[in-house]
């Protein structure tokens, strides 16, 4: 049961940028932009992001609980400063409409993210192997988050 427990903490404490999502409307602000042919429906970012928060609650959980104590305060504070710059994100491009700044968060975002699992890879395999969906997509998001600044 204690196991559970964990792993609920680590899904929650990786579905926290959501918040940060809900609390910004995107209305008819984005609509207006220019964006490439390329870019998904809006409908895509939903169910991709919720599969994504859950595949980095389980690295996290299986980073925790596996390579012992030993640096474990470096590597989940990278952990959670990725956390906190995905959940900067919204807020900056839909919120504040600042598309160079979102820019900029996507990029250190990215590094962040490579350096997890990079550190993750040291205590789990299985942990640096769940993030690399994520990183995968923070890639084509700094991709299009470029575009979009570019033609607008």
Not at 25 to 46: E, I
Not at 96 to 121: E, P, T
Not at 143 to 152: C, F, K, R
Request: hydrophobic share 60%; glycine share 10%; proline share 5%.
């Amino acid at each position: 049961m204690k196991r559970v427990g964990i792993v609920l903490l680590f899904l929650g404490i990786a579905f926290l940028p959501s918040f940060g999502a809900m609390a910004v409307k995107t209305g008819g602000w984005y609509a207006a932009l220019n964006t490439p042919p390329w870019n998904p429906p809006a409908w895509v970012f939903g169910p991709v992001w919720t599969v994504l928060y859950i595949l980095i609650g389980l690295a996290g959980y299986f980073a925790w609980t596996r390579g012992g104590r030993r640096g474990r305060l470096t590597v989940f504070a990278v952990y959670g400063l990725q956390l906190l710059l995905n959940a900067l994100w919204t807020p900056l491009f839909f919120g504040l409409h600042r598309i160079d700044w979102a820019l900029a968060d996507l990029a250190l975002l990215w590094l962040l993210v490579l350096l997890c699992i990079g550190l993750f890879s040291r205590r789990s395999r299985l942990a640096a192997g769940l993030m690399l969906p994520y990183f995968l997509w923070i890639s084509f998001a700094g991709a299009l988050n470029a575009v979009i600044w570019v033609m607008n």
